[in-house]
């Protein structure tokens, strides 16, 4: 899995998608806006 920024624009996700490349992006799929690096990780384990 790809993981974006929060501050990615929605059209490059999009795109990205379009290109069957699986992403989620931070506040949108995983987590909120405005998290912080060391909340993001714990996520993933």
Known sequence: ????D?????SQ???LRSWR???SQIGHEIGFQGMKDESIIPLFL
């Open 13 to 15: 996700r999009l795109m």
């Open 21 to 23: 490349i699986h992403v």
């Open 6 to 10: 929060e501050n990615i624009l929605e």
């Open 1 to 4: 899995m790809n993981v974006l």
